[in-house]
């Protein structure tokens, strides 16, 4: 992936969409509140993720040790946090996600995550077993603490 330096704001932005439309990955586990947004490369790659992290000033990059000896580390740029999801994200990719295939795995996700952000928030409670904060289930428990106590 080549720099960005001194390229127009709006040249980057569809440089990042394409870039997005080949790597990225959109996660929606609405029943744990968990969303994310994600880009994993191999660490030959860290600059393009490095790039995406000043891009969107949200996020974060970690790494993961390869697992076994002959795959290279890997690099990644997430976003999990809902505001930033909602506020960053979701524009972003309204304007620039182009890709039909990986627009339609967006659109999806959008709807799920939007619906959570508008409604879930505030309707499902947190998990009442002191320092979970996962999403309710059943019986004021979350499904793994609902699990341990009740068995399944
Ligand atoms: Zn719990």
């Known amino acids: 992936m080549p720099t960005t330096t001194g390229r127009p704001a709006t040249e980057i932005a569809d440089f990042i969409g394409g870039f997005v439309a080949a790597e990225g990955t959109f996660v929606a586990r609405p029943w744990d509140g968990q969303f994310a947004f994600a880009v994993a490369l191999g660490a030959t790659d860290r600059e393009s993720v490095e790039m995406l992290h000043r891009f969107f000033r949200c996020g974060r990059v970690t790494w993961r040790e390869r697992r076994q000896a002959h ?12 505001r930033d999801l909602v506020e960053v994200v979701v524009p972003f990719m309204d304007e620039h996600l182009h890709g039909s295939y990986k627009r339609q795995q967006y659109l999806a996700w959008r709807a799920e995550l939007l619906e959570y952000w508008e409604h879930g928030v505030r309707r499902r409670r947190p998990c009442t077993v002191e320092g979970c904060r996962v999403i309710q289930r059943a019986k004021g428990l979350c499904r793994h603490h609902y699990y341990e106590r009740f068995g399944r």
């Not at 795959?71 to 809902?82: C, G, H, I, S, Y």
């Open 71 to 82: 795959f290279d580390d890997e690099v990644t740029f997430v976003v999990r946090k809902l």
